[in-house]
């Protein structure tokens, strides 16, 4: 099992000016730990599950930039980045560059969108969500062309590119995730055109579940589902002793968390994304390697 780390909050000890050091430190943290991949939210104002709009919140982009300068193996990407926040062609031209510039370390992760109150705070155009799949779609075909050098003419119904030119490509065929959970749209346009999909952790029956759905969705369009690497989103709270937090939630061991991503991966998990209470705190990245060394050997399908 891979095993990555989303960064959602930037309000840190020492303000503005401690964000940079306190990022850098916390990718590379990240890095020496074993984790495969690192991640951060593609938003202009905090969302509410992590606080008020008005904490600190970096550009997504901009911020794996910075990421990939201070680091040399971990992939990179954004969870998820909202199809209205970029032009398509845009998007696929900033995702080849990250991908360049890193090393061949990026991905493109993509959505929908849903954080409405950015939307009207900046002046973005938030359509209604039969508009915004489809534009999604769009972007998604896009993406694919732009990334496989393919600079034929695209024209949909919502974007028309004349050449979609991409030079210099990737430096591998970017992989791209898609973010989202409906069991109608969603899950159909991951077995359509995800090389990974972006789940939440709810547990082992839920994840077989939307997976049994995501399978049928493949049958339909004539798609192995082994081809799409299952990756789950879920909040790592654990340390060596366990216990509660002062906020009153469970700490677990790192057996029962080993024991958890376990039967996870036994329906059919790949690839664990976790947040951490606390990402700049240094001692806290000795567990998650001890918890990446025993979970990197554990297949999707075997406990």
């Known amino acids: 099992m891979r095993c990555g780390l989303q960064i959602s909050k930037f309000t840190w000890p020492g303000g503005a000016s401690a964000i940079g050091p306190t990022f850098k430190r916390a990718a590379q943290d990240a890095e020496a730990a074993g984790l495969s991949s690192l991640w951060v939210m593609d938003h202009f104002f905090q969302i509410h599950q992590h606080g008020p709009p008005e904490m600190d919140m970096l550009e997504g982009y901009t911020a794996l930039a910075f990421a990939a300068a201070a680091t040399e193996r971990i992939e990179l990407g954004t ?62 075909h896009i993406c694919r062309q732009m990334f496989d050098g393919d600079e034929s003419r695209y024209a949909g119904t919502h974007f028309t590119l004349e050449r979609p030119l991409n030079v210099p490509a990737p430096l591998r065929r970017t992989p791209i995730l898609i973010g989202g959970s409906g069991p109608k749209k969603t899950l ?114 075997e406990w």
């Open 79 to 140: 969870l998820a980045t909202g199809v209205t926040y970029r032009h398509p062609g845009l998007l696929a031209k900033t995702v080849t560059t990250l991908d360049v510039l890193s090393g061949g370390r990026a991905w493109l992760g993509i959505g929908a969108a849903w954080n409405e109150e950015e939307h009207l705070g900046l002046g973005v155009p938030f359509p209604p969500l039969k508009e915004r799949f489809e534009r999604l779609e769009e972007s998604l």
């Open 188 to 301: 159909r346009l991951f077995a359509k055109y995800a090389d990974a999909c972006s789940l939440f952790d709810a547990g082992p029956d839920a994840m077989a579940a939307r997976l049994a759905i995501l399978r049928g969705h493949c049958d339909d369009l004539g798609r192995d589902p082994r081809d799409i690497e299952v990756t789950a989103l879920s909040r790592l709270l654990v340390s060596r002793t366990g216990g509660t937090s002062p906020r009153g939630n469970r700490i677990w061991t790192v057996d029962e968390a080993i024991d958890h991503y376990g039967r996870l991966a036994e329906v059919g998990l790949d690839h664990v994304i976790w947040t951490l209470p606390d990402v700049s705190d240094h001692t806290a990245y000795e567990v998650v390697a001890d918890i990446v060394r025993q979970l990197e050997p554990v297949a999707a399908g």
